[in-house]
């Protein structure tokens, strides 16, 4: 299913004043260049009302390092451009920005560890000739009942206290291993430095006064294990990038970002552990349009065909390729439950659009997320892979988009992304969406549900869930 939309609004009744939300999930590097080339396909396709024009915007994790610069005003292409190409608004994204190593606990964990084990002789001798008199007497009858029992049980019961003795008296067992591989206070720095060289706020509340944009992004309170919503009238206590930062922390890979007003610093990771889109947070402040992007999908691998060379199963292709498809999955499921309860939710009476790669994707599935040198390949599948799902339901976006006063073309979207087929290389430059090459008009689409397509005069039911096809 490419697009999936939840219609519950009167489409014969115009709603070009209703409140228009973006929501972006998470991705990494390989599905944010994925969503990026995706936005770029929908940004060519909105005739009137451009990506950078929405009302309300909701990043989480990658979706909210490009939610940033998009509710400031920088367009998709330019941001496509700072992945891959020859920015001129925002300064180039390297791998430096986001491979950045955690040089200090890198270097001082292992050697507060070397210091441990280096004092660790002493530090037990002096424990043991401490405990081992005022235990005495109980270390005296564990060995009267070893001895007039040998066992197993009886022989523990006896190294017992001295084993606990020795393992506190022992290093820290987490001092060893850092907090994170990587440290992305750099990407706080490039969206901060790109948002001033565009004379774009960097705080929640300058957003909304300067711009009249909504922009909410999430993170998840490592201490508390508490989900966290940044937004001019929600928790303002940071300024975006630094939000960006907090909500971009995957854990493991980055450490948790240390980000607050001075002296109530809170630590926090990647927004992706708690909320996998979060459509609830732009539903409850106002958003009767939703279009979500979600970047991440399990692969569906239909009557085991084949996944890579001569191997039929995901199973076979080892513990990574395993884990990768547990994790999208454990997003698309939360995500989908999402969807679910706002289509019960009789308070909410909008539209939702969800943009999703198909599940039969396989060439996105064996992208690696964290991939640096798979972006510019990602951006362009990403733009593919949207177009074509626009091109398919483009009556029933049509219809639906139209009640909000936006209009679309299908024939703006053009071929590519890039110049040259989309093939890999340097030296091009993105084509915008004001000078996008003409396509084909669309053939078609195929019949969005019961009922027919948006052009079908038949008058519909006010709820109907519309699935993409595969």
Known sequence: ???????????????????????????????????????????????????????????????????????????????????????????????????????????????????????????????????????????????????AEPSGETAEQLVEPVLRTIIDAGPSRTSVLPSGLFDNATIERWVRENLARNEAPNTFRDLKLKRGKSLYIGATNI???????????????????????????????????????????????????????????????????????????????????????????????????????????????????????????ESFRGDVVLIEPTETDARFFSMNPIAFWEREAAAEHGFQSVKQSLLRHFDSLRAILGAYGIEVAAEAIGEHLLPGGGEPGGGRRLVSSAGARRAPPPEPAEPAGEGGGAGDKKKRPFLRLVSGGR
Request: hydrophobic content about 45%; proline content about 6%; aromatic content about 8%.
């Open 223 to 345: 201490n508390t294990a508490q989900g966290v919503v940044f937004g001019h009238d929600e928790d303002n206590s940071v300024t975006i990038s630094e939000a960006v930062q907090a909500s971009t922390a995957i854990p493991g890979f980055f450490k948790p970002a240390r980000v607050g007003p001075p002296g109530r610093e809170q630590d926090f990771v990647d927004a992706a552990v708690r909320k996998t889109a979060n459509i609830s947070t732009a539903v409850r402040h106002g958003a009767q349009l939703v279009v979500c992007y979600n970047p991440f999908r399990p692969f569906v691998n239909y009557r085991h065909r084949l996944v890579a060379n001569d191997r039929s199963s995901i199973a076979d292709l080892g513990m990574v390729v395993v884990l990768n498809q547990a994790f999208r999955t454990l997003l698309h499921s939360r995500l989908r439950l999402g969807i679910e309860k706002l289509k019960l939710d």
């Open 1 to 147: 299913m490419g697009i999936t939309i939840v219609q519950k609004s009167d489409l014969s009744k115009p709603q070009t004043e209703a409140r228009c939300a973006l929501v972006l999930a998470g991705g990494a590097i390989s599905g944010g260049a994925f969503k990026l080339g995706g936005l770029a396909a929908l940004d060519r396709f909105l005739v009137n009302k451009k990506v950078t024009d929405f009302d309300i915007y909701m990043g989480i994790s990658a979706g909210a390092f490009l939610a940033a610069p998009i509710a400031g005003g920088i367009e998709p292409s330019e941001l496509v451009e700072a992945f891959i190409g020859h920015p001129t608004r925002v300064t180039p994204f390297r791998s430096r920005d986001f491979y950045n190593p955690n040089w200090r606990e890198l270097w001082e964990r292992p050697l507060s560890a070397v210091r441990d084990l280096t004092t660790f002789g002493p530090r037990m001798t002096l424990a043991l000739l401490r405990s081992v008199p005022r235990q005495w007497g109980d270390l005296v009858a564990r060995a009267r009942d070893f001895l």
